[in-house]
């Protein structure tokens, strides 16, 4: 327990507020080396610091089994997002209080990387190879992250045969969730423009704000799908509305709106975007979509039932295979392998004074040896 949580504390403690570079990969790196890890790391990102194109540090670590031996992967992100204000401790110092280790990071997701690194002291060398896919952009635009190490992984032909990322999965104790799939993504920013005029004389003027609700209304009462065996029902949420008008007696030049969609397997990205351009074109106005990823399934099986026997052996525990929640870069793996999330108990992330329980650590751990070791043999 004390080299784990010694371990996550190292990280915690080194500030990286996405995107991330520097330090935190220096400790990562100093934790990997004498593990027999090549340890590669690179900068994607040309633009200005607070824009997407901003540089972010990405490490590729892996030590090589046998020829021919399978390859498992762990993947996360040592980019955190900002700790705000009303901590009762330094965020960026972490501090043991009773049974809990308190610092931004300490679940998502410095503290499962802590415990993925304990579990590789574990498992020989001659099992197979292990590779740590790791970003310091998860947390931001996720443009120079996870993608750049795909790249990387295909063209030195390091691509593993099954991956997990290391995201807090569990929701009221340690193991009782794992997630087997995600829904996608798609951000849109719809505009109207209209003719700006005095409120008195319309007939000179073209209100878009009347346009804009009409294709707003129209959107809100779509009904994308019922969900299915494995995803819960397509949403679409309203987001953002503005028109900036600061005179009462102005009709506006142009109103403006965004909405957002998080989707099953029923739909793609490119094809809701299609429909949302669509509407927005009726009521004479247009949409911009970014679509920030797609929905993936990696269904029941074999590797669901390695990480169900690892939690079942050290909780009790079995976890439930889920599609819940928000986006994570297992949306972009899915494309290299199959890909399962899972790690530490999710119910302070992003929150002040975010605390994981340190037997949960070692735990972590012990669960993370155990599929290694099944996952390569």
């Known amino acids: 327990m004390t080299e784990v949580l010694e371990l ?8 990286s507020v996405t995107p991330a570079t520097g330090s935190v990969f220096d400790r990562m790196e100093a934790m990997l080396a004498p593990l027999g890890f090549e340890v590669h ?21 892996i030590r090589r089994g046998p020829e021919g031996s399978k390859h498992f992967a762990f993947a996360g992100h ?13 965020a960026f110092e972490p501090e043991v209080r009773g049974d809990l280790l308190y610092g931004r990071g300490a679940v998502d997701m410095k503290g499962s990387i802590a415990c993925m690194v304990e579990a590789v002291k574990h498992v020989p060398q001659d099992a197979g ?17 996870t993608r750049a190490l795909i790249d990387y992984m295909r063209e030195t032909g390091h691509q593993p045969d099954l991956c997990l990322v290391g995201e807090p999965t569990s929701v009221n104790r340690l193991g009782d969730m794992m997630k087997i799939g995600r829904r996608g993504s ?22 878009p704000i009347p346009k804009l609700v009409a294709m707003l209304a129209e959107l809100d009462a779509l009904v994308l799908d019922e969900g299915n065996d494995w995803f819960q029902a397509s949403n679409l949420e309203i987001t953002d509305l503005e028109v900036g008008n600061p005179a009462h007696n102005v009709i506006p030049e142009a109103a403006k709106a965004r ?3 998080r989707f099953n397997d029923e739909h793609s990205g490119a094809s809701l975007s299609e429909k949302v351009i669509t509407i927005a074109e009726k009521h004479g106005g247009k949409a911009m979509p970014i ?36 986006t994570s870069d297992a949306r972009f793996l899915r494309a290299v392998c199959p890909v399962i999330e899972f790690g530490l108990v999710n119910a302070t992330m992003h929150k002040r004074d975010e605390a994981v329980a340190i037997e949960d650590l070692s735990t972590l751990s012990r669960i993370y040896t155990a599929i290694a070791k099944d996952a390569l043999a």
């Open 8 to 15: 996550a504390k190292r990280l915690m403690a080194a500030e």
């Open 41 to 61: 790391r690179f900068t994607r990102g040309e633009g200005a610091p607070g824009t997407p194109e901003a540089p972010v540090e990405n490490l590729f670590a």
């Open 78 to 90: 040592l980019d955190v997002v900002p700790p705000g204000g009303g901590w009762a401790s330094d």
């Open 129 to 145: 190879t292990i590779s740590f896919i790791i970003t310091g952009d998860e947390e931001g635009p996720a443009l120079h992250g």
């Open 186 to 207: 798609v951000n849109i920013w719809l505009e109207v423009e209209g003719t700006q005029g005095h409120v008195a004389y319309p007939h000179l003027a073209e209100n």
């Open 259 to 261: 909405i957002s969609i």
């Open 291 to 326: 679509i920030s990823g797609e929905p993936f399934l990696t269904p029941p099986g074999t590797f669901s039932d390695i990480i169900a026997r690892a939690v079942k052996e050290e909780t009790g525990v079995n976890p439930e295979p889920s599609t819940t929640g928000g």
